[in-house]
Protein backbone atom coordinates (compact mmCIF):
# COMPACT_ATOMS: atom_id res chain seq x y z
CA UNK A 1 0.00 0.00 0.00
CA UNK A 2 1.47 3.40 -0.83
CA UNK A 3 1.65 6.05 1.37
CA UNK A 4 -1.00 8.67 0.39
CA UNK A 5 0.65 11.84 -2.08
CA UNK A 6 0.97 15.41 0.36
CA UNK A 7 3.02 18.47 -0.69
CA UNK A 8 6.48 18.55 1.22
CA UNK A 9 5.83 22.27 2.24
CA UNK A 10 3.57 25.08 2.26
CA UNK A 11 3.93 28.20 3.80
CA UNK A 12 1.97 31.52 4.58
CA UNK A 13 1.75 34.51 5.92
CA UNK A 14 0.29 35.20 9.39
CA UNK A 15 -3.49 35.75 8.61
CA UNK A 16 -3.34 33.87 5.64
CA UNK A 17 -4.62 30.59 4.31
CA UNK A 18 -3.58 27.20 3.16
CA UNK A 19 -4.31 23.97 1.79
CA UNK A 20 -2.36 20.89 2.41
CA UNK A 21 -4.01 18.13 -0.51
CA UNK A 22 -3.68 14.43 -0.02
CA UNK A 23 -4.20 12.19 -3.10
CA UNK A 24 -5.07 8.83 -2.70
CA UNK A 25 -6.91 6.05 -4.43
CA UNK A 26 -10.33 4.48 -4.53
CA UNK A 27 -9.41 2.27 -2.24
CA UNK A 28 -8.79 4.52 0.89
CA UNK A 29 -9.30 8.12 0.53
CA UNK A 30 -11.66 8.25 -2.46
CA UNK A 31 -13.27 4.87 -1.15
CA UNK A 32 -14.04 5.89 2.60
CA UNK A 33 -15.13 8.99 4.55
CA UNK A 34 -12.60 7.84 7.04
CA UNK A 35 -9.83 10.45 6.48
CA UNK A 36 -8.33 12.08 9.41
CA UNK A 37 -5.19 14.81 9.68
CA UNK A 38 -2.59 15.22 12.43
CA UNK A 39 -0.53 18.13 13.65
CA UNK A 40 3.14 17.12 14.87
CA UNK A 41 5.27 19.60 16.47
CA UNK A 42 9.13 18.98 16.69
CA UNK A 43 10.12 16.22 18.93
CA UNK A 44 5.85 16.14 20.03
CA UNK A 45 3.00 13.61 19.30
CA UNK A 46 1.28 13.54 16.77
CA UNK A 47 -1.95 15.50 18.13
CA UNK A 48 -5.58 15.07 15.65
CA UNK A 49 -6.85 17.51 14.29
CA UNK A 50 -9.71 16.28 11.71
CA UNK A 51 -11.42 13.34 11.36
CA UNK A 52 -13.82 11.78 9.07
CA UNK A 53 -13.11 14.15 6.54
CA UNK A 54 -14.59 17.34 7.87
CA UNK A 55 -14.81 16.56 11.91
CA UNK A 56 -13.33 18.67 14.31
CA UNK A 57 -12.30 17.47 17.88
CA UNK A 58 -13.35 19.20 21.01
CA UNK A 59 -10.64 21.97 21.81
CA UNK A 60 -9.11 21.89 18.25
CA UNK A 61 -9.60 25.81 16.53
CA UNK A 62 -12.07 26.30 13.77
CA UNK A 63 -9.27 27.67 12.04
CA UNK A 64 -8.72 24.12 10.72
CA UNK A 65 -11.23 22.49 8.35
CA UNK A 66 -10.87 19.60 6.18
CA UNK A 67 -12.80 18.49 2.80
CA UNK A 68 -12.69 16.44 -0.10
CA UNK A 69 -12.87 15.50 -3.73
CA UNK A 70 -12.86 12.01 -5.55
CA UNK A 71 -9.46 10.80 -4.33
CA UNK A 72 -8.39 13.99 -2.66
CA UNK A 73 -8.35 15.41 0.67
CA UNK A 74 -7.55 18.83 1.79
CA UNK A 75 -6.74 20.50 4.98
CA UNK A 76 -7.12 24.46 5.07
CA UNK A 77 -5.61 26.50 7.98
CA UNK A 78 -7.28 30.37 7.97
CA UNK A 79 -5.86 33.02 9.83
CA UNK A 80 -2.62 31.09 10.25
CA UNK A 81 -0.77 31.57 13.30
CA UNK A 82 2.88 30.92 14.24
CA UNK A 83 1.54 28.04 16.61
CA UNK A 84 0.57 26.19 13.03
CA UNK A 85 4.11 25.98 12.18
CA UNK A 86 4.35 21.93 12.21
CA UNK A 87 4.14 18.68 9.93
CA UNK A 88 0.43 17.76 9.38
CA UNK A 89 -0.23 14.13 8.12
CA UNK A 90 -3.39 12.63 6.70
CA UNK A 91 -4.40 9.27 7.18
CA UNK A 92 -7.23 7.53 5.54
CA UNK A 93 -9.00 3.66 6.70
CA UNK A 94 -8.09 1.50 3.23
CA UNK A 95 -10.29 -1.74 2.16
CA UNK A 96 -6.43 -3.32 2.16
CA UNK A 97 -5.22 -5.58 5.53
CA UNK A 98 -3.22 -2.46 5.89
CA UNK A 99 -5.96 -0.67 8.50
CA UNK A 100 -4.46 2.67 7.83
CA UNK A 101 -1.97 4.68 5.04
CA UNK A 102 -0.50 7.78 6.03
CA UNK A 103 0.55 10.45 4.15
CA UNK A 104 3.65 11.85 3.49
CA UNK A 105 4.09 14.77 5.70
CA UNK A 106 3.78 18.28 4.94
CA UNK A 107 5.85 20.91 6.46
CA UNK A 108 3.97 24.30 7.60
CA UNK A 109 5.95 27.32 7.45
CA UNK A 110 4.78 30.72 8.81
CA UNK A 111 6.69 33.36 7.03
CA UNK B 1 -7.65 12.87 31.47
CA UNK B 2 -6.52 10.44 28.68
CA UNK B 3 -2.96 9.09 29.23
CA UNK B 4 -0.63 6.75 27.39
CA UNK B 5 2.76 5.87 28.64
CA UNK B 6 5.15 3.98 26.43
CA UNK B 7 7.79 1.92 27.68
CA UNK B 8 10.76 -0.36 27.18
CA UNK B 9 12.62 1.42 24.03
CA UNK B 10 16.35 0.75 24.17
CA UNK B 11 19.53 -0.38 21.87
CA UNK B 12 18.95 -3.64 20.00
CA UNK B 13 21.41 -5.81 17.64
CA UNK B 14 19.90 -6.82 14.74
CA UNK B 15 17.90 -10.17 14.94
CA UNK B 16 16.99 -9.26 18.04
CA UNK B 17 14.13 -9.51 20.34
CA UNK B 18 12.29 -6.11 22.49
CA UNK B 19 9.06 -5.92 23.95
CA UNK B 20 7.08 -2.29 24.09
CA UNK B 21 4.44 -1.62 26.41
CA UNK B 22 1.96 1.49 26.84
CA UNK B 23 0.10 2.25 29.91
CA UNK B 24 -3.40 3.43 29.90
CA UNK B 25 -4.96 5.69 32.26
CA UNK B 26 -8.14 8.04 31.86
CA UNK B 27 -10.38 6.04 30.46
CA UNK B 28 -12.23 2.35 29.76
CA UNK B 29 -9.05 0.57 28.20
CA UNK B 30 -11.10 -2.48 27.98
CA UNK B 31 -13.34 -0.76 25.90
CA UNK B 32 -11.09 0.57 23.16
CA UNK B 33 -9.43 -0.32 20.28
CA UNK B 34 -5.67 0.33 20.35
CA UNK B 35 -3.19 0.88 17.55
CA UNK B 36 1.16 0.83 17.45
CA UNK B 37 2.47 3.45 14.92
CA UNK B 38 5.88 3.88 14.05
CA UNK B 39 8.05 7.03 13.09
CA UNK B 40 11.45 6.62 12.12
CA UNK B 41 14.24 9.51 12.42
CA UNK B 42 13.39 12.37 10.45
CA UNK B 43 10.39 10.26 8.96
CA UNK B 44 6.88 10.42 8.18
CA UNK B 45 4.66 8.14 10.05
CA UNK B 46 3.90 4.53 9.65
CA UNK B 47 0.68 2.25 11.14
CA UNK B 48 2.16 -0.50 12.41
CA UNK B 49 -0.63 -3.02 14.31
CA UNK B 50 -4.41 -3.17 15.46
CA UNK B 51 -6.15 -5.12 17.94
CA UNK B 52 -9.62 -4.70 19.18
CA UNK B 53 -11.29 -3.69 22.25
CA UNK B 54 -11.29 -7.67 23.17
CA UNK B 55 -7.65 -8.79 21.74
CA UNK B 56 -9.53 -10.91 19.17
CA UNK B 57 -8.90 -8.96 16.01
CA UNK B 58 -5.59 -8.22 15.00
CA UNK B 59 -3.86 -6.45 12.12
CA UNK B 60 -0.44 -5.88 11.32
CA UNK B 61 1.42 -3.67 8.25
CA UNK B 62 2.90 -6.46 5.72
CA UNK B 63 6.55 -4.64 6.82
CA UNK B 64 6.15 -6.34 10.52
CA UNK B 65 3.80 -9.24 9.98
CA UNK B 66 5.31 -13.07 11.31
CA UNK B 67 7.95 -10.69 12.58
CA UNK B 68 5.66 -8.31 15.60
CA UNK B 69 2.89 -9.71 17.62
CA UNK B 70 0.78 -6.53 19.44
CA UNK B 71 -1.21 -7.88 22.53
CA UNK B 72 -3.46 -5.83 25.37
CA UNK B 73 -4.03 -6.75 28.89
CA UNK B 74 -7.51 -5.19 29.87
CA UNK B 75 -7.05 -6.08 33.47
CA UNK B 76 -3.69 -4.32 33.94
CA UNK B 77 -4.79 -1.54 30.71
CA UNK B 78 -2.00 -1.95 29.13
CA UNK B 79 -0.55 -2.70 25.50
CA UNK B 80 2.43 -4.20 24.44
CA UNK B 81 4.04 -5.11 21.16
CA UNK B 82 6.42 -8.09 21.17
CA UNK B 83 9.40 -7.11 18.21
CA UNK B 84 11.55 -9.90 17.36
CA UNK B 85 13.89 -10.61 14.41
CA UNK B 86 14.83 -6.94 14.36
CA UNK B 87 16.29 -5.18 11.20
CA UNK B 88 17.84 -1.94 11.42
CA UNK B 89 14.70 -0.18 9.22
CA UNK B 90 12.59 -0.50 12.46
CA UNK B 91 14.58 1.95 14.01
CA UNK B 92 11.94 4.40 15.13
CA UNK B 93 9.46 6.14 18.25
CA UNK B 94 7.28 3.68 18.60
CA UNK B 95 4.02 5.57 19.62
CA UNK B 96 0.81 3.37 20.81
CA UNK B 97 -2.12 5.34 19.92
CA UNK B 98 -6.27 5.30 20.96
CA UNK B 99 -8.98 4.22 18.30
CA UNK B 100 -11.49 6.82 17.91
CA UNK B 101 -15.38 6.23 17.48
CA UNK B 102 -14.77 5.04 14.26
CA UNK B 103 -11.29 4.81 12.15
CA UNK B 104 -9.07 7.36 13.34
CA UNK B 105 -6.30 8.02 16.25
CA UNK B 106 -7.93 10.26 18.93
CA UNK B 107 -5.07 10.22 21.60
CA UNK B 108 -1.27 9.33 21.41
CA UNK B 109 1.50 8.82 23.39
CA UNK B 110 4.64 10.33 23.95
CA UNK B 111 6.05 7.36 22.72
CA UNK B 112 9.57 5.40 22.94
CA UNK B 113 12.52 5.18 21.27
CA UNK B 114 13.57 1.52 19.47
CA UNK B 115 16.98 1.64 17.91
CA UNK B 116 18.69 -1.29 15.91
CA UNK B 117 22.12 -1.17 15.52
CA UNK B 118 25.17 -3.41 16.02
Not at chain 1, 31 to 53: C, D, R, T
Not at chain 1, 63 to 70: A, L
Not at chain 2, 46 to 66: F, Q
Not at chain 2, 97 to 109: C, E, I, K, M, V
Request: aromatic share 12%.
Amino acid sequence: QSALTQPASVSGSPGQSITISCTGTSSNVGGYNYVSWYQQQPGKAPKLMIYEVSHRPSGVSDRFSGSKSGNTASLTISGLQAEDEADYYCTSYTSSSTLYVFGTGTKVTVL
Amino acid sequence: DVQLVESGGGLVQPGGSLKVSCAASGFTFSSYEMNWVRQAPGKGLEWVSYISSSGSTIYYADSVKGRFTISRDNAKNSLYLQMNSLRAEDTAIYYCARQGSTWHLDYWGQGTLVTVSS
